[in-house]
């Protein structure tokens, strides 16, 4: 038997390991990668596969994105990240569809939160620097969703998505609906973990961990 190598780079910062812990389940059902070329995370687990760095989508204006047209719903969400888990998919195109707006944020945070985002995130969408995507084989999607009010709670749906929400629930308007998602292999559950995605203002955004802008 051939045995493959073990990719042994380490995840970009904004993913993280189902082993990882902010995940306070093994039952951690989503993933996907979001590649951040400039920063990277520490490894957790050489079974967990790791997103690559993708670069090359030009620097626009979120009123310039051609948005996504799924239906604001679970059914939709995964529709979505089916989309990026097909071999050959334009994930960069793809995940370019996905960025916020200032007014995005603003629907999902207060004011002050929207800002930190705003700082911690522009620059890296508008040069292209993040782009969801899973390993080679990773074509199956796992998802599960919480409200902002189950976040704030700690409600059992919280649970699916990293604990670092609890840092940041409080800043999270009424109403918002966290998708919480990865990519595995069919038939596995370890892969690479995000969160962040949303439905607002009539389309699909990402704002993966966000209590990372109120360090």
């Known amino acids: 038997?051939?045995?493959r190598p073990i990719d042994r780079s380490p995840p970009p910062i904004y993913a993280e390991s189902?082993?990882?812990p902010f995940?306070?389940?093994?039952?951690?059902?989503?993933?996907?990668?979001?590649?951040?070329?400039s920063l990277l995370a520490c490894k957790k687990g050489s079974k967990e596969s790791t997103g690559s760095a993708s670069s090359g989508v030009a620097a626009t204006g979120a009123s310039d994105i051609q948005r996504s047209s799924h239906p604001g719903t679970e059914d939709g969400a995964k529709a979505l990240l089916e989309e990026l888990a097909k071999p050959g998919a334009d994930t960069v195109a793809i995940s370019k569809s996905l960025q916020p707006s200032a007014e995005d944020y603003a629907a999902v945070f207060d004011a002050e939160t929207t800002t930190k985002l705003r700082a911690l995130y522009?620059?890296?969408?508008?040069?292209?620097?993040?782009?969801?995507?899973g390993k080679p084989g990773q074509t199956e999607i796992k998802l599960h969703a919480a409200t902002s009010e189950?976040?704030?709670?700690?409600?059992?749906?919280?649970?699916?998505?990293?604990?670092?929400?609890e840092k940041v629930a409080g800043a999270m308007?009424?109403?918002i609906t966290i998708y919480c998602f990865k990519f595995v292999e069919p038939g596995q559950d370890l892969g690479m973990a995000f969160d962040?995605?949303?439905?607002v203002n009539g389309h699909w955004v990402i704002i993966p961990k966000p209590w990372r802008a109120l360090r």
């Open 196 to 199: 962040g995605l949303t439905h």
């Open 18 to 20: 189902m082993t990882h």
């Open 122 to 133: 522009d620059g890296a969408w508008s040069s292209g620097q993040i782009v969801i995507q």
């Open 23 to 37: 995940h306070r389940t093994p039952s951690v059902l989503v993933g996907a990668a979001i590649v951040f070329a």
């Open 1 to 3: 038997m051939v045995r």
């Open 173 to 175: 308007k009424p109403g």
């Open 150 to 165: 189950q976040l704030k709670s700690g409600a059992e749906e919280a649970k699916h998505c990293p604990g670092g929400y």
